[in-house]
């Protein structure tokens, strides 16, 4: 039996001081179902003008 696929996608604008605790617990959450799905969360960066994308960045080369 195949493994189920899911996606959180999440769009942000200007979410600096928040993104990174929304990662974590979005993540903790989804690795509680990691026996039954493969998961991934998907940020769509709309233009920020903070430093949202830098942040984003440093989770990713974290998640490497």
């Not at 600096?16 to 509680?32: D, G, M, N, P, Q």
């Amino acid at each position: 039996m195949s493994r189920k696929s899911l996606v959180v996608v999440t769009p942000v604008f200007n979410e600096e001081e928040v993104i990174a605790r929304f990662y974590e617990r979005t993540r903790a959450v989804l690795e509680s179902s990691a026996a039954d799905y493969d998961w991934r969360i998907l940020f769509v960066v709309d233009q920020c003008t903070d430093g949202t994308l830098d942040t984003l960045r440093q989770i990713a080369l974290g998640d490497a």
